[in-house]
């Protein structure tokens, strides 16, 4: 089984494969969302302005298909960081809709001296509820993060949160949709654990 990694220039999806082929799971970046069907599972990463990054996926085609793919059970997606704000319905940072396969919106952290914004560096996540994703994951483990927005989103959709200055949501699911706000292919050996854990699901 491959898993596909989503080329729509506006992912960190050199990191992410390096990070698969470290741990010998076969992937393969799909630039042409034709080819999404092709795949079980992919992985749609993200760095930069949600706008734009909504605009990319539009302008590759991969707006409706990836909506499509999402309501299929035995698909799955993992979003990391900014590809996880792109599953909700929108984001204070621009004025694009999302994909609205998870209901919520991004919203920016307020500026605090002793929590600057963004949100960068190492910190712990606390499980909301346990899932196959989250094997093997404990208190003891650390993830990368590099935000200025986070995720709100219902309650029953939060998979783990992390704390910095409040508590708020850093993994969020919906039935086989899984977003991430860390970077686990920067988290090391905790990261490590994630992708193994979405592999094997």
């Not at 929590?115 to 003891?140: Q, R, S």
């Not at 508590?167 to 988290?187: C, R, T, Y």
Request: net charge positive.
């Amino acid at each position: 089984m491959k898993i596909g990694i989503i080329d729509y220039g506006a992912g960190n999806i050199k990191s992410v494969s390096n990070m698969l082929s470290y741990l010998s799971i076969n992937s393969e970046f799909i630039s042409d969302y034709k080819n999404l069907k092709k795949f079980d599972k992919v992985i749609l990463p993200g760095v930069g302005k949600f706008d734009s990054a909504i605009q990319n996926l539009t302008k590759n085609g991969f707006n409706e298909e990836l909506q499509g793919f999402s309501q299929d059970k035995n698909k799955m997606i993992l979003g990391i960081c900014l590809g996880s704000q792109l599953f909700l319905d929108g984001s204070e940072e621009g004025i694009k809709k999302g994909l609205g396969i998870i209901s919520g919106k991004s919203k920016l952290f307020k500026n605090n001296k002793d929590f600057p914004v963004p949100h960068m560096g190492w910190n712990t996540i606390k499980k909301n509820n346990e899932h196959p994703l989250f094997n093997d994951i404990t208190e003891m483990d650390r993830f990368y993060f590099a935000h200025s927005y986070y995720l709100s989103v219902n309650k029953k959709n939060v998979l783990a949160s992390t704390n910095y200055n409040k508590f708020f949501p850093s993994a969020v699911f919906s039935d086989n949709i899984f977003g991430l706000q860390f970077h686990p292919e920067k988290s090391l050996k905790s990261g490590m654990k994630i992708f193994k854990n979405f592999f094997k699901i």
